[in-house]
């Protein structure tokens, strides 16, 4: 029992409120399967409720689902291919084992009747052999354990319907459902695509069309439409049609009359022929277009531009600019009557005022579309599409996507990749350097502020983690591992004490100790279990008259004994006895009324302990406390005074002998 009192006051409150019905365990299998179909890790799922069982469903519902599906895999591997070539991964020994197992059935064939019993290859292993050889490869691996044949798909190990890549369970537990992944966002259509749902997948399709005259194909490619042969031509009767790529020719039949030629629509039109022959005219004269023909007639030559007359100087000529000199400066050149045309090549346009092809800046903010998805560069008849850091150019030269860079091994521990970067992480015990941000260093929580609380007595520091001892005796390490707690050497019997001695448990040892009642005293008790700090306690048993004892005013001696710590974080008075009485702390008349006084007598050299007198319960009461901190190990005898009055008159005393063992240690 302690000889010091402390009293905790306890608030306690109730809170009232609503709830919602908890998730079902059927549910929360659920929500794991759905997760592994959502290729999520099985251990760090997002808690459907605060329930533990229902934590420990999900993730079990969820590895379940994710080795059924591996083992899936490994069996379409070993019928597809006839090998287990699977790369080494966490997961892969899942695949690899259920591909050889396939594999073993299949090679059993019908002569042996499929009957692998006796090798010692495991349940799973087992029944995926068998399977394999029983269903001649083309049946799916039947799921382990499987109770019940209703499911629409696929069976799990405890009983329960599961679905393949693509589908999910309804909430009969039986069916399968497609997955809509184009609802979902989890396809990877690339920019320009439109995502097609598809029966137990998906695919993308362009979202442009291929352009008139041609047909868009399953697999994104633009095949030509043969116009000639749908009959969607506009052919007349007086044509033939000739399909063309992404277009068709009408040709004419029958032929014109000279001078004439047969339009789009079989019509028969003039032909200039002073346009479309080369000088029909002498020199000197000028052509004259006519219906199905043209006459020359002399004029007077005037060239404008784009002409210059002939050496003969009596007519014009058109100039060809395109042999006179590098008009279009490494582009391609038209040559036109009175004039010419660059053909400018890809990146470049043509300036119809400098006539001349100047470069293209795709790049500009008012382009007809964005080109790149971070940054653009333009270049000579081109730009150049980069990314910002963190990010790679994607193979359609444009997007940008995110570099992993945890597959690099960047950190020291723990990396996660986060969009355009990544953040490096310790495990617990370590504490991520404020240098680079990517090594991990011990934390020394012996060093840290708290670490005088870490441990009790002493913290021994080591690699991401620590270790706490205690002094080498009278002291063992408690449960939480840190703190220390006495051994009763007593209880326990490793004491030293003889037969004569009484033992009593100190903290971190303990003492043998014999009280004996001096002269002119008898015992009239000893301690008990209630009360083991009174050792013993002795009355005067002088008779009246005796000289030899009437000079001690002492009625009764009280022998006890007290073990306290030493107070580390001493800031006050430190109440450690109570030494009660039955005198009336306000009696009811004055006339005989009783009065007691406390005093320390010897044991106190430091004045490290002090008595005052206090009322409880309608009693007088002394309390002894501790008022300076006292270094131990420290044994102390206090002797303590208890002067009982009497109508002002003393009355006689009572002696309290206190053995006050102080600890080295504060715990």
């Given at each position: 029992?302690?000889?010091?009192?402390?009293?905790?006051?306890?608030?306690?409150?109730?809170?009232?409120?609503?709830?919602?019905?908890?998730?079902?365990?059927?549910?929360?299998?659920?929500?794991?399967?759905?997760?592994?179909?959502?290729?999520?890790?099985?251990?760090?799922?997002?808690?459907?409720?605060?329930?533990?069982?229902?934590?420990?469903?999900?993730?079990?519902?969820?590895?379940?689902?994710?080795?059924?599906?591996?083992?899936?895999?490994?069996?379409?591997?070993?019928?597809?291919?006839?090998?287990?070539?699977?790369?080494?991964?966490?997961?892969?020994?899942?695949?690899?084992?259920?591909?050889?197992?396939?594999?073993?059935?299949?090679?059993?064939?019908?002569?042996?009747?499929?009957?692998?019993?006796?090798?010692?290859?495991?349940?799973?292993?087992?029944?995926?052999?068998?399977?394999?050889?029983s269903q001649n490869t083309?049946?799916?691996?039947?799921?382990?354990?499987?109770?019940?044949?209703?499911?629409?798909?696929?069976?799990?190990?405890?009983?329960?319907?599961?679905?393949?890549?693509?589908?999910?369970?309804?909430?009969?537990?039986?069916?399968?459902?497609?997955?809509?992944?184009?609802?979902?966002?989890?396809?990877?259509?690339?920019?320009?695509?439109?995502?097609?749902?598809?029966?137990?997948?998906?695919?993308?399709?362009?979202?442009?069309?291929?352009?008139?005259?041609?047909?868009?194909?399953?697999?994104?490619?633009?095949?030509?439409?043969?116009?000639?042969?749908?009959?969607?031509?506009?052919?007349?009767?007086?044509?033939?049609?000739?399909?063309?790529?992404?277009?068709?020719?009408?040709?004419?039949?029958?032929?014109?009359?000279?001078?004439?030629?047969?339009?789009?629509?079989?019509?028969?039109?003039d032909i200039n022929e002073?346009?479309?022959?080369?000088?029909?005219?002498?020199?000197?004269?000028?052509?004259?277009?006519?219906?199905?023909?043209?006459?020359?007639?002399?004029?007077?030559?005037?060239?404008?531009?784009?002409?210059?007359?002939?050496?003969?100087?009596?007519?014009?000529?058109?100039?060809?600019?395109?042999?006179?000199?590098?008009?279009?400066?490494?582009?391609?050149?038209?040559?036109?009557?009175?004039?010419?045309?660059?053909?400018?090549?890809?990146?470049?346009?043509?300036?119809?005022?400098?006539?001349?092809?100047?470069?293209?800046?795709?790049?500009?903010?008012?382009?007809?579309e964005r080109l790149c998805?971070?940054?653009?560069?333009?270049?000579?008849?081109?730009?150049?599409?980069?990314?910002?850091?963190?990010?790679?150019?994607?193979?359609?030269?444009?997007?940008?996507?995110?570099?992993?860079?945890?597959?690099?091994?960047?950190?020291?521990?723990?990396?996660?990749?986060?969009?355009?970067?990544?953040?490096?992480?310790?495990?617990?015990?370590?504490?991520?350097?404020?240098?680079?941000?990517?090594?991990?260093?011990?934390?020394?929580?012996?060093?840290?502020?708290?670490?005088?609380?870490?441990?009790?007595?002493?913290?021994?520091?080591?690699?991401?983690?620590?270790?706490?001892?205690?002094?080498?005796?009278?002291?063992?390490?408690?449960?939480?591992?840190?703190?220390?707690?006495?051994?009763?050497?007593?209880?326990?019997?490793?004491?030293?004490?003889?037969?004569?001695?009484?033992?009593?448990?100190?903290?971190?040892?303990?003492?043998?100790?014999?009280?004996?009642?001096?002269?002119?005293?008898?015992?009239?008790?000893?301690?008990?279990?209630?009360?083991?700090?009174?050792?013993?306690?002795?009355?005067?048993?002088?008779?009246?008259?005796?000289?030899?004892?009437?000079?001690?005013?002492?009625?009764?001696?009280?022998?006890?004994?007290?073990?306290?710590?030493?107070?580390?974080?001493?800031?006050?008075?430190?109440?450690?006895?109570?030494?009660?009485?039955?005198?009336?702390?306000?009696?009811?008349?004055?006339?005989?009324?009783?009065?007691?006084?406390?005093?320390?007598?010897?044991?106190?050299?430091?004045?490290?302990?002090?008595?005052?007198?206090?009322?409880?319960?309608?009693?007088?009461?002394?309390?002894?406390?501790?008022?300076?901190?006292?270094?131990?190990?420290?044994?102390?005898?206090?002797?303590?005074?208890?002067?009982?009055?009497?109508?002002?008159?003393?009355?006689?005393?009572?002696?309290?002998?206190?053995?006050?063992?102080?600890?080295?240690?504060?715990?």
């Amino acid at each position: 029992m302690a000889p010091w009192i402390i009293l905790v006051f306890s608030l306690c409150g109730l809170l009232q409120g609503q709830e919602t019905q908890p998730p079902t365990v059927q549910e929360c299998c659920q929500d794991g399967r759905d997760a592994a179909h959502r290729g999520q890790d099985c251990s760090i799922l997002t808690a459907l409720s605060h329930s533990h069982t229902c934590r420990i469903v999900q993730e079990q519902c969820c590895t379940a689902a994710l080795a059924e599906r591996l083992c899936n895999s490994g069996v379409e591997l070993a019928r597809r291919q006839g090998a287990c070539d699977v790369s080494a991964s966490s997961e892969s020994h899942i695949s690899k084992m259920c591909c050889d197992c396939c594999l073993l059935g299949l090679s059993s064939g019908p002569g042996l009747k499929c009957n692998l019993q006796g090798l010692l290859v495991g349940t799973q292993c087992a029944q995926t052999a068998a399977a394999c050889c029983s269903q001649n490869t083309k049946a799916e691996v039947p799921t382990l354990n499987s109770k019940d044949s209703s499911c629409s798909q696929l069976h799990t190990d405890d009983g329960s319907c599961g679905c393949r890549d693509g589908f999910q369970l309804q909430s009969d537990g039986v069916t399968c459902e497609d997955i809509n992944e184009c609802l979902t966002g989890s396809p990877n259509c690339m920019s320009g695509q439109t995502c097609i749902n598809t029966e137990g997948s998906f695919r993308c399709q362009r979202q442009t069309g291929c352009g008139t005259g041609y047909e868009l194909k399953d697999n994104n490619s633009c095949e030509d439409l043969d116009e000639c042969a749908l009959g969607t031509h506009n052919c007349g009767p007086q044509f033939t049609c000739t399909n063309t790529a992404g277009s068709f020719r009408c040709r004419p039949k029958e032929k014109c009359s000279v001078g004439l030629i047969q339009d789009a629509a079989g019509t028969c039109i003039d032909i200039n022929e002073c346009v479309a022959n080369d000088s029909p005219c002498p020199s000197g004269h000028t052509c004259v277009n006519m219906v199905g023909s043209y006459v020359c007639r002399r004029n007077i030559v005037t060239c404008g531009r784009g002409y210059h007359l002939t050496e003969e100087g009596t007519r014009c000529e058109d100039i060809d600019e395109c042999r006179t000199g590098n008009a279009c400066v490494g582009h391609g050149c038209t040559n036109l009557v009175g004039t010419y045309r660059c053909e400018c090549r890809h990146g470049y346009t043509f300036n119809t005022i400098s006539r001349l092809c100047e470069d293209i800046n795709e790049c500009r903010e008012h382009y007809v579309e964005r080109l790149c998805a971070h940054k653009c560069e333009n270049t000579e008849g081109s730009y150049q599409c980069s990314c910002t850091t963190g990010f790679k150019l994607s193979q359609d030269g444009k997007s940008c996507e995110d570099i992993n860079e945890c597959e690099q091994n960047p950190c020291n521990q723990e990396c996660a990749n986060v969009y355009g970067s990544y953040q490096c992480y310790c495990r617990r015990g370590y504490q991520l350097s404020d240098i680079d941000g990517i090594t991990c260093d011990d934390i020394d929580e012996c060093a840290l502020l708290a670490g005088g609380h870490v441990c009790s007595y002493s913290c021994m520091n080591s690699p991401g983690s620590f270790s706490c001892t205690c002094p080498p005796t009278g002291y063992i390490l408690g449960p939480s591992g840190r703190m220390c707690q006495d051994i009763d050497e007593c209880a326990s019997a490793s004491h030293t004490c003889s037969v004569s001695e009484s033992c009593f448990n100190v903290q971190g040892g303990f003492r043998c100790l014999s009280f004996q009642c001096p002269q002119h005293f008898r015992q009239v008790s000893q301690g008990s279990r209630q009360d083991a700090s009174v050792g013993l306690r002795c009355i005067n048993t002088c008779q009246p008259g005796s000289s030899d004892c009437a000079q001690d005013p002492a009625h009764l001696i009280t022998y006890s004994a007290l073990t306290l710590p030493y107070f580390r974080d001493f800031t006050g008075p430190e109440e450690i006895i109570f030494l009660r009485t039955s005198v009336a702390a306000y009696p009811a008349s004055t006339t005989g009324a009783s009065d007691v006084f406390f005093e320390i007598m010897a044991g106190d050299e430091h004045l490290s302990f002090d008595v005052v007198k206090r009322y409880h319960q309608g009693m007088i009461m002394g309390v002894v406390q501790q008022v300076k901190r006292i270094i131990g190990p420290k044994d102390l005898v206090l002797r303590v005074t208890m002067d009982y009055f009497k109508s002002g008159v003393f009355s006689h005393q009572n002696l309290i002998v206190m053995h006050i063992f102080i600890s080295e240690f504060w715990f």
